[in-house]
């Protein structure tokens, strides 16, 4: 039966477009309402709620998800044990063992806790045949030879292994140099890894340490900035890099055919919680999912939302850019007294405007300290960054914040790679 439900979801995702707000608000109805009863039912932390409408159900964040992981989830499963199963795992490399016939797995959290996932072998074909349905080259089916970089492998991913695709599983820490000469040999015909080792693979493929040529180019786990997607893509000679944006809480969205990222709203029920006037919070409902239900969870992510129609003709909200962590939004004195808050976008662009330099990182580590991280450390870049700076602390009014700048040196093996990053908590303030 389990193949069953692989190919269904894989022929619904692919081949099944909804185009139009009204079919589609009749789907979500549908299925929140059998979500609703059914976690009523099978989860002790939902049983007492007494309404059956979505707003009647808490918002909850990460902390509260894995705090009470043992109740949340329908299968009577043990935060402690799953946790220790789901740590051995990734010790020993080695993903087989399950609790329960349920698999486990660690999401590659930046900042203190990380998450716990548990899927059912349902919920893995499930899943394994809407992201193949959705991500699968259109005009080339079988026969994919799909390369995955990842800092964890588990259970999840060997779900994808059939006759669509042979999945190879690169382990991001293993050596380098034998991971180019294998994927090299591999050939892929789809290339899946974090922006940042995307990146780093356009730079192998530039100097000719591999030649290869994927069809199709997936952009995973981390913030995609526009640079790296133009210099990914001008290596590899694409049109489009692919954004899959997918995380212990489900596969969220994805790009089209056509460029555009789509929030994938007939799995996942979306509110946004808009905090300008097109920059909004996730806050999530699964639809699906019956092991571990995620149900009006607070997605710390901030999404740029676009109007924007997408000419391949599907409804599902087009988000312009997956922006990074609210937790990464800069802080600083304001002039008027009050704080102000800057986009990571925001503080990208005072780097991309600035010509020959390659790689970056800024971290904020208080409200009057920036450390810039570049790898062309001459006078000059070093003045027009602080010129960049300086209009934009004239434009959003904040107090001018002294800038540390060091050598950029490419972080290797860190949970997840992130350009900007603010490194003190906004309580502190
Ligand atoms: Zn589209």
Redesign the pocket.
């Known amino acids: 039966m389990k193949i069953f439900t692989f190919i269904t979801l894989f022929l619904y995702a692919r081949y099944v477009n909804i185009n139009r707000k009204d079919k589609l608000n009749k789907k979500q109805e549908k299925l929140l309402k059998k979500q609703l009863s059914f976690v009523k039912e099978n989860s002790p932390f939902y049983k007492n709620i007494k309404g059956s409408s979505l707003s009647e159900f808490p918002v909850i964040n990460k902390k509260t998800a894995i705090d009470r992981f043992d109740d949340i989830n329908t299968r009577g499963l043990n935060k402690e044990e799953v946790y220790d199963l789901a740590v051995k795992s990734e010790h020993t490399r080695d993903f087989k063992e399950r609790i329960k016939g349920i698999s486990v797995g660690l999401s590659s959290g930046t900042s203190g806790h990380r998450g716990l996932f548990v899927l059912s072998d349902e919920e893995i074909m499930s899943w394994a045949g809407y992201i193949l349905g959705k991500m699968l080259p259109r005009g080339r089916v079988l026969f994919n030879r799909i390369a995955f970089f990842l800092r964890a492998d588990n259970n999840l991913y060997e779900g994808l292994n059939n006759i669509f695709v042979k999945f190879v599983f690169f382990d991001l820490y293993k050596d380098e140099k034998e991971n180019l000469k294998k994927l090299n040999s591999f050939s892929p015909t789809i290339l899946v890894a974090p922006a940042a080792v995307l990146r780093a693979l356009a730079k192998a493929q530039n100097q000719k340490y591999i030649n290869i040529s994927p069809i199709k180019i997936i952009s995973v786990a981390e913030v995609l900035t526009k640079e790296d997607e133009e210099y990914i893509k001008k290596a590899f000679g694409k049109d489009i890099i692919h954004q899959v944006y997918q995380c212990t809480e489900g596969f969220l969205a994805c790009?089209?055919?056509?460029?555009?990222?789509?929030l994938n709203e007939d799995i996942v029920y979306f509110e946004k919680e808009y905090i300008d006037s097109k920059r909004f919070i996730p806050i999530l409902t699964d639809l699906k999912r019956k092991t571990q239900p995620y149900i009006r969870y607070r997605q710390n992510d901030i999404l740029i939302e676009s109007d924007k129609k997408?000419?391949?003709?599907?409804c599902?909200t087009?988000v312009e850019k997956i922006e990074g962590r609210e937790d990464d939004i800069f802080i600083f004195e304001g002039k008027n007294g009050k704080t102000v808050k800057i986009y990571p976008d925001m503080i990208a662009r005072c780097i991309v405007y600035v010509k020959n330099i390659e790689e970056y990182k800024v971290l904020q580590t208080s409200k009057s300290t920036i450390e810039v991280y570049i790898d062309n450390l001459e006078k000059n870049i070093k003045e027009n960054i602080v010129k960049e700076f300086e209009i934009l602390a004239q434009k959003k009014l904040f107090l001018f914040p002294e800038i540390v700048f060091k050598k950029y040196e490419r972080e290797v093996n860190t949970k997840k790679y992130k350009r900007i990053e603010r490194r003190f908590s906004s309580e502190e303030c």
């Open positions: 790009t089209c055919e056509k460029g555009n990222i789509h997408c000419p391949c003709g599907c599902f087009v």
